[in-house]
């Protein structure tokens, strides 16, 4: 069965620059979420959107943005890399309300950003 | 505000041992939701079970069992017969199942367990 897709798998960017990171979820999921996971750390949600609006705001910081686009994939902007942003960052994906309540997340395989 | 603690931070086991993976949370919703995952060494998170907070069944997958206890805000994970493959990281979380936001978990932080042969 087809899974959650993140690309890159791994990314290494220097302090300051800007990294994007695409999800692309399960067929017919239209929710899709953002998770940190820092070194030695559990997962943090960052962000989260249903059919395209933000559904939930976490702990995103304001250097970060992120979008849902019609296909439901979606993107997450980081902006001037801190090197305390290194981390897996993770993408899910559910189905939403729509079917009457969501169901349960899949995770991808994240992608892991070294800022150097 | 929730939270999810795993007292045990690391386990280690023989093989075929069982072992049970402690979760204990705190919510004030009346409504909510309690996951495993699974993350082996590769990284990827594995999604293992989520339970409804109105649904207090025990459940059995295998050699995987979950013991879920409302009155001690417990959810714990039982390996039965472990093996060296079950060597992996495991977080319980909880998110409000009332919220538009479903699967905005907040995680425990984790147990290791190491299966050694």
């Known amino acids: 069965a087809a899974g959650v897709i993140q690309s890159p798998r791994h990314l290494i960017k220097e302090k300051r620059e800007t990294a994007t990171l695409k999800c692309y979820p399960i067929?017919?999921?239209?929710?899709v979420y953002w998770y940190q996971q820092g070194p030695g750390q559990d997962p943090q949600f960052l962000i989260s959107?249903?059919?395209?609006?933000?559904?939930d705001k976490g702990s995103i910081p304001d250097r970060f943005s992120a979008q849902q686009f019609s296909d439901y994939h979606s993107e997450l902007n980081m902006s001037s890399l801190e090197l305390g942003d290194s981390a897996l960052y993770f993408c899910?994906?559910?189905?939403?309300?729509?079917?009457?309540?969501?169901?349960?997340?899949?995770f991808g395989q994240g992608t892991r950003l070294t800022v150097v | 505000a929730q939270k999810v603690t795993q007292a045990q931070t690391e386990i280690s086991v023989v093989e075929k041992e069982d072992v049970t993976l402690d979760c204990v949370y705190e919510?004030?919703?009346?409504?909510?939701?309690l996951f495993w995952y699974k993350q082996p060494p590769s990284g990827e998170l594995v999604f293992l079970i989520r339970?409804?907070?109105?649904?207090?069944q025990n459940e059995i997958s295998g050699r995987y069992s979950w013991n879920f206890q409302k009155s001690t805000s417990s959810f714990n994970f039982t390996i039965t017969a472990s093996q060296v493959v079950d060597s992996a990281v495991y977080f319980c979380?909880?998110?409000?199942?009332?919220?538009?936001?479903?699967?905005?978990?907040?995680f425990g932080g984790g147990t290791r367990l190491m299966v050694k042969p």
């Open positions: 959107f249903y059919e395209k609006m933000q559904s």
């Open positions: 339970r409804n907070s109105f649904d207090e």
């Open positions: 899910a994906s559910s189905l939403g309300p729509r079917t009457g309540k969501y169901t349960e997340a899949f």
């Open positions: 919510t004030r919703d009346t409504t909510y939701y």
């Open positions: 979380a909880l998110s409000d199942s009332s919220k538009n936001a479903g699967n905005m978990l907040t």
């Open positions: 067929p017919r999921h239209d929710t």
